[in-house]
């Protein structure tokens, strides 16, 4: 057994595919280790015990010395022309979904002010999304939101349980977690109505803002709502009150923002003739409902009315995102077509 001669072999081996040639002439099944195993029974019986241990260490050392040759031969520089010059591959790249980013956009923008981002459940009770709200279960305002109910056993005290249509359910909350004035809350949370149509669809988003303290009036909400509209939309965007009816505040007014295509105007000046603005028509664009907190509203959430006041507001996120982008077709959002989402 020349054990050297073995081990010089690999030590000299040029390449992997030598190597291998090597290891299964060796060690394979067929390989000289084996051939030499078989001999034993030929050796005199005294003698198998040291030549068998012989055969063993010779084993071992092969083994070893081929491990060490591989991990050798790997490090070797390829010999493989590499062209350094050639342009690299572009792999395809995720974005984040425009409804997340206005989503971060947004609370951004308000917890710069110091309102506190909150998320209520998706899921209530009627008392969360009506009750709560000042909306008794016979009052008629309730058929205004169309709601899903989900076919469980209501609830003896909260009522039946619903997907909301809206993120006001969080205003009652807000005032029991924070338990006394002041209450700074931006709820964002998926909200549910059966329409679909290019400007709605059964699910969407809306960010409901909500400030309670002592002397709070309606200049804070328009000075707020400025401080949104012009971030958000853009220097100059202005906004404008029209008085609406919600149950939950009193006074209730719906937004406006002036329309940015216009500058709030409602013509547009194009090839030498004054057109009606085809974004707005108008010069404003509605943004969505708000208006003083009703006082059954904070007495609902443990808030003292003669003590404290506060304003609300909710908005779509998606429907913000349209008359930001001038998009038309809101159903686009969640199509899952790359082509669109992508653009973002
Ligand atoms: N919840 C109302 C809606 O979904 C919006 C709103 C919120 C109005 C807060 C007033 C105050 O239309």
Redesign the pocket.
């Known amino acids: 057994m020349d054990d050297n001669k073995y081990i010089e072999e690999i030590n000299s081996a040029k390449s992997q595919e030598q190597l291998s040639e090597l290891e299964i002439k060796l060690l394979g099944r067929n390989g000289i280790i084996n051939d030499l195993l078989s001999k034993i029974k030929d050796i005199p019986n005294d003698e198998k015990r040291e030549y068998g241990q012989k055969i063993n260490m010779l084993k071992t050392s092969i083994d070893q010395s081929i491990k060490v040759k591989k991990i050798e031969l790997s490090k070797q520089k390829s010999s493989v022309f590499f062209d350094k010059t050639l342009p690299g591959k572009a792999y395809p790249k995720g974005s984040i979904h425009i409804v997340s980013y206005a989503v971060e956009e947004i609370s951004k923008i308000f917890e710069k002010i110091g309102f506190i981002r909150v998320s209520y459940p998706e899921v209530d009770w009627e008392y969360g999304a009506f009750e709560s709200l000042n909306m008794p279960s016979n009052h008629p305002a309730r058929d205004d939101?169309e709601t899903s109910f989900i076919d469980v056993p209501a609830h003896l005290k909260l009522g039946k349980m619903v997907l909301t249509?809206?993120?006001?359910n969080g205003?009652n909350r807000e005032m029991k977690r924070v338990g006394k004035p002041p209450i700074r809350m931006i709820n964002i949370s998926k909200?549910y109505r059966p329409n679909w149509d290019p400007t709605h669809t059964p699910m969407f988003h809306?960010f409901?803002g909500l400030c309670v303290d002592s002397d709070i009036n309606i200049i804070n909400l328009r000075g707020t709502l400025d401080y949104f509209a012009e971030i958000y939309f853009g220097k100059g965007t202005k906004t404008r009150l029209r008085p609406h009816h919600?149950q939950?505040?009193e006074p209730?007014f719906e937004v406006d923002i002036s329309c940015n295509a216009c500058k709030g105007v409602g013509t547009i000046h194009e090839l030498s003739v004054q057109k009606k603005c085809r974004v707005c028509k108008s010069g404003w664009l509605e943004l969505?409902?708000?208006?003083m907190?009703h006082p059954n509203v904070l007495k609902e959430g443990g808030i003292d009315p003669s003590a404290s006041s506060g304003w609300?507001?909710?908005?779509g996120i998606e429907r913000v995102i349209m008359m930001k982008y001038g998009l038309d077709d809101i159903r686009n959002y969640y199509s899952g077509d790359i082509r669109f989402l992508e653009q973002f």
């Open positions: 939101v249509p809206h993120t006001s205003q909200c809306q409901e919600f939950f505040t209730s969505g409902g708000t208006g907190v609300a507001f909710g908005f």
